[in-house]
């Protein structure tokens, strides 16, 4: 193992070296000392001592030089002074390395936070292990204009046993829980789901276990908790699995804690099993599961769809009276959950694609720069006997210095920016959503753009280092190489796909700045909102209209009272909290209607001051009063939107309409209020009616109010105290839950929307520092190359003045090439991106004008400065520069 | 000068060095210049300095060592000396040489 004592030995001494070179001098010294003795001894004068002492001995330099390679490790010592010798040479460009060092570190740092913001917003908790394959099926009915119905169970399970398209399928049911018997009750959203859910989206808890299919029953009483719950709830208590927990006043036994952030379909705290009944598993005429699908290896969605329209088609035959007109849609479950964000995703993916390319541009153009303006220096050495191995080496040596400090600082610039990013993440989702370093993303990066600057690096070097004759001869001269060329298309290629990028982001960005301030039909600022959700069970009070419309006014009069509220009001469903429920009707001495048409009209049911505690204006008419529960005629306040819709050329008030139901009773319209954005921003409103909630007309239990909104003076959440037991005074075993400000809710519901719009701000000035940094490093580095030729010019008797405007014009005509390049691309980006763009057509102007200045300022910038500082020297020298 | 003078074969001086320091013990690098120049009574005309690299290699190889001291006009020099698995190893390099030697010689004997 002689090798590996020799290489030991070889690395010690590399690290010594210092001192052991010192070691050797001494030793050789003593060497010629004693031969000049010797030499003396035996009679020789002193001259001719020394001088026959230093001929035995050899080259002294020479024996060093040997001693020295094969005393340490040569290559490694090469690099070293190749090292030092590139640091001096950059020390002697300072703006070459700092144009280098700080396009790399913005370039990582920027794609790094941008990827650590998507991944931890979007991307991670949409990480479902079985993702490609998984499906969500829904009924559709379109001859009712019904799609994405959720589908009735035997329907189902039908499904299930006919299909030879999906490898499982599984099937879930929302529901509200109360949590009783410890402490204060409150309410959680539940998903009653089937045994094999869970192992179909490939997930599992990370605690216990999850119900097996004989738990699966009806009476089975076993859940599994959110992540969050237990942190909540139980202070992570490791050993929480076995312990009970009471919901709706039954026990339940605790199996699982789901994984965090894990709160499938949407916002889930508790999964119980689905435990459908033998009555629920022939049920074809109630639609209210979520079915998903896991498709078998090697079928694609269309063959899916195919095999579930003929599994349609049979199943219409065998139950005409149910299934009839009832088919399926098959959406891949990604698309379903992502919905209007999947696009925004992919949109802000290949912008750290696009802001990667321009990094390498950047990098690639000043390499190649550097390489240019070293050709003449490389040439001298190369017939100063130089290798072309050795300037190679060089080049790359010193390639390898700017990216080890360039991917240094964006490190840094990652690191630093976390927290920044941890900042950009919504409140409402903080607890889950971390933004962290991805050192794989982080090395992917660093390595792209690393083999980026290499590669041209490279290429810049051996074009130098192959033609020392004709370098020598044309020296700096030659200002139409090819390299000039190349530095051009990268400059007008580079500020085309800024223009791409920015006109994406900014019109992105913009939009969904629009969503995020948009005008939501109502004022959702100093409300306070809370549900109670009465209990219509048969043991309960509650069960009684009259009962319930006690409550409600028992609770608003308290409320009214307490000091500081101005108004407070009951509605089935808040905006923004749950789309509500339609129904068809009927409009008075309108002409019937065509087959297959129907009005569908949204519905909600409020309490007098519903429409001043959120501010909803009153357009014409009036709002409800508290006598009109005493009216025999039932009254009903409608929206703008459905006051046009049917009434366009005549007064809405005093017209009837009714349910699509022969039975029942004429309803006469008394007043018209503005449209609201009930479901989300996006959406616009629907045609929309308001019921009194205390006229008894024929609406199902499911639609009695439940959310009271309370206008106050001052912080909303500061009344909650007062606001609950005002309500525990009337019935102190009312559950009190999803208590929040207004505000807070509209905002968790436009998270994304807040988030995008400022990501995208992010991106956008990330990728405009970039690009102005990169094309003002290429500018002016192709402009100081032509020292020499601005030197020319004015010896011509140019004018200082033309010399410039020659220059600063040349500049903007690779600019304007760049932007009438970057313009049609952002057309067609545009069209792409037309989906998701809201209140803003086509090029918005005020979007396009900032970054096209920006840009025009750093290409003048790029020219003009360097120009000067060449037209302001003495012409002789400028012509003598190199 | 000699032409090619340090042109020895490369093990020949480490040999050489080795065999000196065996029967003179711990000396310094010129000592053991000067006794291979002795020894080979001017026969082999070698730069003194390539000493060095050799000892260098057997020092790394871990058969010899290397220590300063003094000698006896009191100079300070570096001392070389055997270590155990040089001692060793000089006899195995013996063998191998005496190998090369004759193969060289018959090889020699018969191209005559």
Redesign the interface.
């Known amino acids: 193992m002689d090798w590996i004592r020799i290489l030991l030995s070889r690395c010690s001494a590399f690290l010594h070296r210092r001192r052991l070179d010192e070691d050797l001098d001494g030793e050789l010294r003593a060497h010629i000392d004693f031969a000049i003795e010797e030499n003396l001894k035996s009679g020789m004068p002193e001259e001719q001592a020394r001088t026959a002492a230093l001929r035995a001995f050899g080259g002294v330099t020479q024996i060093k030089e040997t001693y020295r390679l094969q005393r340490g490790l040569p290559f490694l010592e090469s690099i070293w002074r190749d090292g030092k010798f590139v640091l001096r040479q950059l020390r002697k460009s300072p703006g070459f390395a700092a144009a280098v060092i700080l396009t790399l570190g913005l370039g990582i740092g920027a794609n790094i936070a941008v990827y650590s913001l998507v991944d931890a917003v979007l991307l991670r908790p949409l990480q479902l292990k079985n993702e490609k394959g998984l499906v969500q099926v829904f009924e559709e009915r379109p001859a009712i204009g019904l799609t994405k119905d959720t589908p009735a169970p035997a329907n189902y399970l039908d499904w299930k046993r006919r299909n030879h398209v999906f490898s499982d399928m599984a099937a879930l049911d929302g529901d509200i829980f109360t949590i009783t018997g410890n402490g204060r009750p409150e309410e959680v959203e539940v998903a009653g789901i089937t045994s094999n859910l869970l192992p179909l989206l490939g997930t599992q808890p990370f605690l216990g276990r999850n119900f097996t299919a004989e738990e699966d029953k009806p009476g089975s009483a076993v859940v599994l908790i959110s992540a969050g719950m237990w942190q909540q709830r139980y202070g992570s208590d490791p050993n929480v699995v076995g312990r009970t927990i009471h919901l709706n006043g039954l026990a339940y036994r605790i199996l699982g804690v789901m994984p965090f952030g894990f709160t499938f379909p949407d916002r889930s705290e508790l999964w119980v099993p689905l435990s459908l009944s033998t009555a629920d598993q022939l049920e074809r005429d109630s639609h209210f599961l979520q079915v998903y699908g896991l498709l078998r290896p090697g079928v694609t969605i269309q063959s899916a769809r195919r095999e579930m329209s003929d599994i349609s088609l049979l199943l219409q035959h065998d139950y005409p009276a149910t299934n009839r007109g009832l088919s399926t849609s098959i959406i891949p479950l990604r698309e379903q959950l992502l919905g209007g964000s999947r696009l925004a995703i992919f949109v802000l993916a290949s912008g750290v694609v696009v802001l990667l390319l321009i990094t390498c541009a950047n990098v690639a153009g000043l390499m190649i720069a550097r390489a240019a303006n070293r050709q003449r220096e490389a040439a001298v050495r190369v017939a100063l006997g130089a290798t072309r191995l050795g300037l190679l080496r060089q080049g790359l040596t010193e390639c390898l210095v700017l990216s080890i400090g360039g991917s240094g600082l964006g490190v840094l610039f990652a690191l630093a920016s976390m927290p920044v990013m941890r900042h950009f993440v919504p409140e409402t989702i903080a607890a889950w959503a971390h933004p962290e370093l991805n050192w794989t993303v982080l090395l992917f990066t660093v390595v792209v753009t690393v083999t980026a600057a290499l590669g041209f690096a490279l290429f810049g070097q051996s074009a130098a280092a192959t033609r020392p004759q004709e370098a020598l001869s044309q020296g700096s001269r030659g200002s139409t190489d090819t390299r000039q060329k190349l530095r051009s298309t990268l400059v007008t290629g580079e500020i085309a796909l800024t223009t791409i990028l920015l006109t994406s982001t900014g019109l992105l960005g913009g939009s969904f700045w629009k969503l995020a301030h948009a005008d939501l039909g109502f004022n959702p600022d100093s409300v306070l909102t809370l549900r109670t959700e009465l209990p219509v069970s048969a043991q309960t009070r509650y069960r009684e209209f009259a009962a319930r419309v006690s409550f409600y006014q028992r609770v608003l009069d308290r409320v009214e009272h307490l000091p500081g509220v101005i108004a407070a009001g009951y509605t089935t469903f808040l905006p923004f909290t749950n789309p509500g429920g339609s129904t068809t009707v009927v409009i008075q001495g309108a002409p019937s209607l065509p087959i297959g048409k129907v009005n569908d009209v949204e519905m909600r049911v409020v309490t007098p001051d519903y429409f001043r505690a959120l501010e909803v204006p009153l357009v014409r008419g009036r709002t409800f009063v508290e006598v009109d529960g005493e009216n025999k005629t039932p009254l009903v306040v409608i929206n703008q939107r459905m006051a046009q819709q049917y009434w366009p050329n005549d007064e809405a008030i005093g017209r009837q309409f009714r349910f699509d139901d022969p039975g029942t009773p004429w309803m006469t319209v008394v007043g018209v209020v503005g449209d609201v954005h009930q479901a989300n921003v996006e959406t616009p409103s629907r045609a929309e009616m308001y019921f009194s909630y205390d006229q008894a007309l024929s609406i199902p239990g499911y639609f009695k109010p439940r959310d009271l909104a309370v206008r106050v003076a001052g912080e909303p959440v500061s009344y909650t105290n007062a606001v609950e037991h005002a309500i525990w005074s009337v019935d102190p075993d009312q559950p009190v839950s999803e208590v929040q400000s207004m505000r807070h809710l509209v905002d968790t519901r436009m998270v994304n929307y807040v988030l995008e719009a400022k990501l995208f701000t992010f991106f956008s000035i990330a990728a405009l520092l970039l690009s102005a940094l990169g094309i003002y490093g290429l500018m002016s580095y192709s402009v100081t190359r032509r020292t020499q030729e601005i030197g020319i010019r004015m010896a011509l008797g140019e004018q200082r003045e033309q010399v410039l405007t020659s220059f600063i014009a040349a500049g903007f005509r690779l600019l304007l090439l760049g932007l009438v390049l970057g313009a049609v691309g952002s057309v067609v980006a545009t069209r792409l991106l037309r989906s998701m763009l809201y209140g803003i057509s086509g090029i918005g102007w005020a979007v396009g004008a900032l970054p096209l200045l920006v840009l025009a300022i750093s290409v003048a910038l790029a020219a003009y400065l360097p120009a000067r500082k060449a037209a302001s020297i003495d012409p002789m020298q400028a012509l003598r520069s190199e | ?1 000699a032409e090619n ?2 042109d020895v074969l490369q093990g020949t001086l480490d040999l050489m060095a080795l065999k000196t320091l065996e029967s003179m013990g711990p000396v ?4 053991i ?2 006794r291979i120049e002795q020894v080979s009574d001017n026969g082999l005309t070698l ?4 000493i ?2 050799a000892l ?2 057997l ?4 058969w010899i060592k290397a220590k300063w001291g003094t ?1 006896e ?1 009191k ?4 001392f070389y000396s055997l270590t155990r698995t040089g001692r060793k190893q000089i006899d195995q390099e013996t063998e191998n040489w005496e190998r090369i030697a004759a193969t060289m010689a018959r090889f020699l004997a018969q191209s005559n």
């Open positions: 000068m003078k340090s310094h690098g010129y000592a210049a000067r730069n003194q300095g390539t060095y690299p260098l290699r020092q790394q190889r871990g000698s006009t100079r300070r020099a570096k």
